[in-house]
């Protein structure tokens, strides 16, 4: 089909509704992060039991967020493909191959044999599928990112930038609600470990359900229409041979700036999500000594923090809008760096200290993540901007969350059980996030269709 034809047909479709916008952006970053943090849960909860040789707990742990750590390898992989698809054929058909792959793979995982009966066969099986996660989300959330921005109306780009980010906290209260669930009917004796039931099959639960929630995903994703943005890239004969090599080529600065833009966010996510979880869940005891709490107390109280996480992840797209997306993250990650500093005090001031610890890291989560949603796109045109900005925030992932649940874990040991230097991590990266948006420009005003 020549490129005219390609420009007459889309210029015939009407324009998506703002609802089937704002539907198809959530969803299917909602479903993306259930099944991301499906398998964050089952790192912590269940793969160091079952699919790893029986010896030391900790080697396990760090043998399965290793595991964890994979799929963050894969996903510049998915972003430089993707994001390939995305700006020569469009974003709706990527966006269905995406939700595709991870629904997949994600209930693939559900049907893994163990250890026990496989041997060495079942972690290369979790390897595998868990590369194919993060294959898939590398290029879901720039898509959906693109839809919700290419599509928002004019001044309001950070709001409608919001609503992919809301997956996150979404997915994380679906998944972690489910898991609670079938904790709960499935109870154990020993709070630091999940029931012989529970280990044998319950686990996989939340894994097979997910192909129910891809079903709903893909048929919302199937009624969307391209965005203006891509049909004036089509009808202007901009259509990038390799998009990759024009956007390091042209845009090499942005792409750099994109990926410091998100390190202290994917730190911040995977610290509170993953590493918390450990250091939650760790008997004041063990080895390396945690807070004590037993799983479903600890989870609670993570979904409660989930909750501020959602609110201010919509709290932030107005803030980005009326001050604009550089002043409202510099504030927020000088806020980043000071939480960092306070672990220690915070941690021990028992339950009242680490549901405040808990509440205040979501809050900082949501307000730096919101307006990463319309920061991203907006700084690549269209022709290239479903590969650049998938790869900063993809190539982020690589270096602030395949390694840092593996350096918190290293941290947490090197400080004898206390968490003050996985604190002092956090701050750190924080500060290289600050250099970053020092360094860039304000983006808000920029023509997105151009």
Same mark, same amino acid.
């Given at each position: 089909?020549?490129?005219?034809?390609?420009?007459?047909?889309?210029?015939?479709?009407?324009?998506?509704?703002?609802?089937?916008?704002?539907?198809?952006?959530?969803?299917?970053?909602?479903? $993306? %992060?259930?099944?991301?943090?499906?398998?964050?849960?089952?790192? /912590?909860?269940? @793969?160091?039991?079952?699919?790893?040789? !029986?010896?030391? $707990?900790?080697?396990?742990?760090?043998?399965? @967020?290793?595991?964890?750590?994979?799929?963050? /390898?894969?996903?510049?992989?998915?972003?430089?493909?993707?994001?390939?698809?995305?700006?020569?054929?469009?974003? !709706?058909?990527?966006?269905?191959?995406?939700?595709?792959?991870?629904?997949?793979?994600?209930?693939?995982?559900?049907?893994?044999?163990?250890?026990?009966?496989?041997?060495?066969?079942?972690?290369?099986?979790?390897?595998?599928?868990?590369?194919?996660?993060? %294959?898939a989300l590398g290029g879901e959330w720039s898509g959906a990112a693109l839809v919700a921005t290419e599509n928002a109306p004019p001044g309001k780009r950070a709001i409608f930038g919001t609503f992919p980010q809301l997956g996150a906290p979404i997915g994380f209260i679906i998944a972690n609600g489910l898991f609670l669930t079938i904790a709960a009917a499935l109870p154990s004796d020993d709070p630091s470990r999940p029931s012989t039931a529970f280990l044998d099959w319950g686990w996989r639960i939340p894994f097979l359900f997910s192909i129910v929630m891809v079903a709903v995903g893909l048929w919302v994703r199937l009624n969307l229409v391209e965005s203006a943005a891509f049909e004036n890239t089509v009808k202007s004969g901009q259509v990038q041979k390799v998009p990759l090599v024009a956007a390091f080529r042209t845009h090499w600065k942005e792409l750099v700036l994109g990926t410091f833009y998100m390190l202290a966010t994917y730190v911040l996510f995977y610290l509170m999500t993953t590493f918390s979880l450990s250091y939650g869940r760790a008997a004041t005891t063990a080895p390396l000594p945690g807070l004590g709490y037993d799983y479903s107390t600890f989870v609670l109280m993570m979904i409660i923090g989930v909750v501020f996480f959602g609110i201010f992840t919509m709290v932030s797209g107005p803030w980005a809008d009326r001050w604009g997306r550089r002043k409202t993250l510099i504030w927020v990650t000088l806020a980043i760096i000071a939480f960092g500093l306070v672990w220690v005090p915070m941690l021990a001031g028992g339950n009242v200290g680490v549901m405040a610890w808990l509440i205040i890291g979501f809050t900082l989560m949501g307000m730096t993540f919101g307006p990463m949603g319309a920061l991203l796109p907006e700084l690549f045109p269209a022709n290239v901007r479903y590969t650049g900005s998938g790869i900063s925030y993809?190539?982020?992932?690589?270096?602030?969350?395949?390694?840092?649940?593996?350096?918190?874990?290293?941290?947490?040991?090197?400080?004898?059980?206390?968490?003050f230097w996985v604190g002092i991590y956090l701050s750190a990266m924080a500060v290289l996030t600050l250099i970053a948006l020092l360094l860039g420009k304000e983006t808000k005003d920029v023509d997105i269709d151009a």
């Amino acid at each position: 089909m020549s490129s005219t034809t390609t420009a007459a047909s889309l210029s015939a479709v009407p324009a998506n509704p703002r609802s089937r916008v704002i539907l198809a952006s959530l969803i299917g970053t909602t479903i $993306e %992060f259930y099944d991301f943090y499906v398998y964050a849960t089952a790192a /912590v909860l269940v @793969f160091p039991h079952l699919f790893f040789p !029986k010896g030391n $707990e900790t080697t396990a742990l760090l043998a399965s @967020f290793a595991v964890f750590g994979a799929a963050m /390898v894969a996903r510049p992989l998915g972003a430089i493909f993707f994001g390939h698809l995305g700006d020569k054929r469009g974003r !709706k058909i990527t966006l269905v191959g995406a939700l595709l792959t991870m629904g997949i793979a994600t209930f693939l995982i559900g049907l893994l044999p163990t250890y026990a009966s496989a041997g060495w066969l079942a972690p290369a099986l979790l390897v595998l599928m868990r590369l194919a996660q993060g %294959f898939a989300l590398g290029g879901e959330w720039s898509g959906a990112a693109l839809v919700a921005t290419e599509n928002a109306p004019p001044g309001k780009r950070a709001i409608f930038g919001t609503f992919p980010q809301l997956g996150a906290p979404i997915g994380f209260i679906i998944a972690n609600g489910l898991f609670l669930t079938i904790a709960a009917a499935l109870p154990s004796d020993d709070p630091s470990r999940p029931s012989t039931a529970f280990l044998d099959w319950g686990w996989r639960i939340p894994f097979l359900f997910s192909i129910v929630m891809v079903a709903v995903g893909l048929w919302v994703r199937l009624n969307l229409v391209e965005s203006a943005a891509f049909e004036n890239t089509v009808k202007s004969g901009q259509v990038q041979k390799v998009p990759l090599v024009a956007a390091f080529r042209t845009h090499w600065k942005e792409l750099v700036l994109g990926t410091f833009y998100m390190l202290a966010t994917y730190v911040l996510f995977y610290l509170m999500t993953t590493f918390s979880l450990s250091y939650g869940r760790a008997a004041t005891t063990a080895p390396l000594p945690g807070l004590g709490y037993d799983y479903s107390t600890f989870v609670l109280m993570m979904i409660i923090g989930v909750v501020f996480f959602g609110i201010f992840t919509m709290v932030s797209g107005p803030w980005a809008d009326r001050w604009g997306r550089r002043k409202t993250l510099i504030w927020v990650t000088l806020a980043i760096i000071a939480f960092g500093l306070v672990w220690v005090p915070m941690l021990a001031g028992g339950n009242v200290g680490v549901m405040a610890w808990l509440i205040i890291g979501f809050t900082l989560m949501g307000m730096t993540f919101g307006p990463m949603g319309a920061l991203l796109p907006e700084l690549f045109p269209a022709n290239v901007r479903y590969t650049g900005s998938g790869i900063s925030y993809n190539v982020s992932s690589i270096l602030g969350a395949a390694i840092a649940p593996f350096i918190a874990v290293a941290l947490w040991s090197a400080g004898g059980g206390s968490p003050f230097w996985v604190g002092i991590y956090l701050s750190a990266m924080a500060v290289l996030t600050l250099i970053a948006l020092l360094l860039g420009k304000e983006t808000k005003d920029v023509d997105i269709d151009a």
